[in-house]
């Protein structure tokens, strides 16, 4: 696979532990994955702007509220525990890693604003979802807001836990989170070797609708990381394209990765029952959506599910505990 960088970086963690590598790109093709920096810790910032232009003071913030699903598992790393009064109820009822958030309530959504109020945070972190005007009644309370903005996968993953690091004055903890999550991902990149990438997408289906995921989305990442070159991106699909038949018979993926349930409506429909990947020697790998559609620290996990099975034994032994999935019959087999 690409991004031999990564590799570069993970074995100068592993050689020398104090040291941050920087990530070169010896290449001079662009890499299919995302780039990033290791950043080398630094001393915390008296404030930053965060995405709608906000200007927040960092601080040592005592009681935090998380309605980021992203920012969740981040600063359960970056802060004593009892410092994070609640999460966002995505992560404490639907996510794998739920039960880490056990005795904290669930925010349901950004506009739940008595709930919020009464557990008297001095920190908010919000997403792009957040209503401006729910922001702003928080600020006229003299709780400090931090929008983190857009979740896209690796890049805005590593992003946010920088900034976290910096808004709550722990750049060290952010700087051994992003080691962790570099050197899983250099795990997974050194798997597969470029020659051996499988071509394949990602697909889901709703009703009639076929959405994909590829450059500039989160699936991108775990499409690459799992070891599958993305056909999409290779057809100029970008970010969540919308596919009509026609589209995927024109790409006519060998390999499809998609949600739980979504493979026997893909070939079983009329049309997309002719795609390489529903016939004899084709493939639809089904990974279960808790994980896979995780653009922060889970997709490692999602990821390393993914490359199991297109990649059997390949895979490294440990990259971060995995959700059960399960490889799909191909559709010569499908009635």
Known sequence: MNLEIANAAALAVIL??????ALQQEDAAAPRGTVVVAAAPSAPASALVDARGQR?????????????????????LLVEPERLVAVSEYSLDQHPDGFRYAGRPG?????????????????????????EAFMARLRDEDIAVFDLGEMRGVGTTLMNVRTLGQLLRQPERAARVESDYLLRLAALDAAVPDALEAPGL???????????????????????YAGVDDLAEA????????????????????????QTGMADALCAHSTLRRLSCCRPGGRVVEVPGKFHSDPGLGLVHAAAALQRLVHPGRAPSDPGRAPSVHLLRSSGDLP
């Open 16 to 21: 020398a532990l104090a040291t941050w590598g």
């Open 235 to 258: 057809h100029g699909y970008r970010e969540w394209p919308k596919f009509s038949p026609e589209q995927l018979l024109g790409i006519d993926p060998p390999l499809v990765v998609t």
């Open 56 to 76: 927040v003071a960092s601080a040592d913030y005592q009681r935090i509220v998380s309605l980021n699903t992203v920012a969740d598992p981040v600063l359960l």
């Open 202 to 224: 990602y697909l889901s289906i709703y009703g009639d609708s076929l959405f994909g995921g590829s450059a500039g989305s989160s699936y991108a990442d775990l499409l690459h």
């Open 107 to 131: 925010v349901a959504r950004a506009a739940d604003l008595e709930p919020i109020l009464g557990l008297a945070p001095d920190l908010v972190v919000a997403s792009k979802f957040a209503d």
